[in-house]
């Protein structure tokens, strides 16, 4: 019994020990074979890396145009006072909390801000056009679209969003996917943690095209965001803007009345008479002080209003000339290397399995023959 279970015991660790000894013993074997077809492995390297270092070489430069600026909101700053008055008469501030900036680089990269800068006119290499010709040409989409017979030689002939019809809707989508997509993106959006600082980066294949979409960019994200930030406090003045002009009006309509009746009667009435006469100064009276209690609405609104919306304070704008980016020659030979000397391994090693398996079908079929 003892000497049974001393062997169960032991047969685990002898299996590994033996499954370890095989693995080092193929490790051994491979390095053999490709020592053995050294000819083939470098063949395969060359090829491979070779072929890279021209794809490094012939991919056209990037020119990195960044713009920096910072976003301050003081909405919150000594105006709780001011927010606490106008939640009395059911008028809100508007303040939609701290400042988001993963909110304001999402928006950047938005379709709704990338087909606004798209549609802005700039001239590039002494030609005047929509940004987004500008990148069907520079990004040669016209062959990338040979195929479809729909946006085969397209260009955009007007910037008016709502009147695009299925072509222009279906040629504005693929420009914005191939803007932000993962690995075609030439604009892009971030932030500094530590300072707050925001950033847009446009990395297109031209100095001027590059420069020119940044601007854009912050040009439209900056109106979207002030717009959106400051709408319920700007729906908030035109409130208190009608209703001002609206007790305006009747009060004045009502000064109006009590002076023609009394130029009228030159003050000759009965008490009797008079009666209507008072309840019209009363009237006037109370109009008098829900007009002036409008105004102070209105300017604590507008106080609010003004110190409410943010501001885009731009830090530094791309300059050029720009100095251009090429492809990595490192990156690219050390990916070749990595690619081929695996494809190499694979074709040997599977030609050697191949060849272990039809010897031992031979041997097989000799056996039992």
Same mark, same amino acid.
């Given at each position: 019994?003892?000497?049974?279970?001393t062997?169960r015991?032991?047969?685990?660790?002898?299996?590994?020990?033996?499954?370890?000894?095989?693995?080092?013993? /193929?490790?051994?074997?491979?390095?053999?074979?490709?020592?053995?077809q050294?000819?083939?492995?470098?063949?395969?390297?060359?090829?491979?890396?070779?072929?890279?270092?021209?794809?490094?070489?012939?991919?056209?430069? /990037?020119y990195p145009?960044?713009?920096?600026?910072?976003?301050r909101?003081?909405?919150?700053?000594?105006?709780?006072?001011?927010?606490?008055?106008?939640g009395?008469?059911?008028?809100?501030?508007?303040n939609?909390g701290?400042?988001?900036?993963?909110?304001?680089?999402?928006?950047?990269?938005s379709?709704?801000?990338?087909?606004?800068?798209?549609?802005?006119?700039?001239?590039?290499?002494?030609?005047?056009?929509?940004?987004?010709?500008?990148?069907?040409?520079?990004y040669?989409?016209?062959?990338?679209?040979?195929?479809?017979k729909?946006?085969?030689d397209?260009?955009?002939?007007?910037?008016?969003?709502?009147?695009?019809?299925?072509k222009?809707n279906?040629?504005?989508?693929?420009?914005?996917q191939?803007?932000?997509?993962?690995?075609t993106?030439?604009?892009?959006?971030?932030y500094?943690k530590?300072?707050?600082?925001?950033?847009?980066?446009?990395?297109?294949?031209?100095?001027?095209?590059?420069?020119?979409?940044?601007?854009?960019?912050?040009?439209h994200?900056?109106?979207?965001?002030?717009?959106?930030?400051?709408?319920?406090?700007?729906?908030?003045?035109?409130?208190?803007?009608?209703?001002?002009?609206?007790?305006r009006?009747v009060?004045?309509?009502?000064?109006?009345?009590?002076?023609?009746?009394?130029?009228?009667?030159l003050?000759?009435?009965?008490?009797?008479? /008079?009666?209507?006469?008072?309840?019209?100064?009363?009237?006037?009276?109370?109009?008098?002080?829900?007009?002036?209690?409008?105004?102070?609405?209105?300017?604590?609104?507008?106080?609010?209003?003004?110190?409410?919306?943010?501001?885009?304070m731009?830090?530094?704008?791309?300059l050029?000339?720009?100095?251009?980016?090429?492809?990595?020659?490192?990156?690219a030979?050390?990916l070749g290397?990595?690619?081929?000397l695996l494809?190499?391994?694979?074709?040997?090693?599977?030609?050697?399995?191949?060849?272990?398996?039809?010897?031992?079908?031979?041997?097989?079929?000799?056996?039992?023959s």
């Amino acid at each position: 019994m003892n000497e049974e279970t001393t062997k169960r015991q032991d047969s685990p660790e002898e299996e590994q020990e033996m499954t370890l000894r095989d693995l080092v013993a /193929k490790v051994i074997d491979m390095y053999r074979m490709l020592r053995a077809q050294w000819k083939l492995v470098l063949l395969s390297v060359s090829l491979f890396s070779g072929t890279f270092l021209l794809i490094a070489l012939l991919t056209p430069p /990037k020119y990195p145009a960044q713009l920096t600026f910072m976003v301050r909101e003081d909405s919150k700053n000594g105006l709780s006072g001011v927010a606490n008055l106008l939640g009395q008469f059911g008028f809100g501030s508007g303040n939609s909390g701290d400042l988001n900036l993963d909110k304001i680089t999402e928006l950047a990269k938005s379709r709704h801000i990338l087909q606004a800068a798209l549609f802005d006119s700039a001239t590039i290499q002494e030609k005047s056009d929509y940004l987004a010709n500008h990148i069907i040409e520079t990004y040669n989409f016209h062959r990338k679209w040979s195929d479809d017979k729909l946006l085969r030689d397209f260009r955009f002939v007007h910037g008016n969003v709502e009147q695009f019809d299925r072509k222009e809707n279906k040629a504005l989508k693929h420009l914005h996917q191939y803007m932000v997509g993962e690995k075609t993106a030439f604009v892009k959006a971030g932030y500094s943690k530590q300072t707050s600082i925001l950033n847009i980066t446009a990395y297109a294949r031209r100095e001027d095209l590059s420069i020119a979409l940044v601007e854009s960019l912050y040009r439209h994200l900056s109106q979207f965001y002030i717009e959106q930030s400051t709408a319920q406090s700007r729906q908030t003045v035109r409130n208190l803007e009608l209703r001002r002009d609206s007790i305006r009006a009747v009060l004045t309509t009502a000064e109006t009345t009590l002076a023609r009746t009394e130029d009228r009667t030159l003050g000759l009435l009965l008490k009797e008479d /008079k009666v209507p006469q008072k309840r019209l100064g009363t009237d006037i009276q109370i109009l008098n002080l829900m007009y002036a209690e409008a105004i102070k609405n209105l300017e604590t609104a507008s106080f609010l209003l003004k110190n409410a919306t943010p501001v885009f304070m731009e830090i530094d704008r791309p300059l050029a000339p720009i100095k251009p980016v090429n492809a990595s020659k490192k990156v690219a030979l050390a990916l070749g290397l990595g690619i081929g000397l695996l494809i190499a391994i694979i074709y040997i090693v599977g030609m050697q399995m191949f060849k272990n398996v039809d010897i031992k079908s031979r041997d097989e079929k000799s056996e039992t023959s």
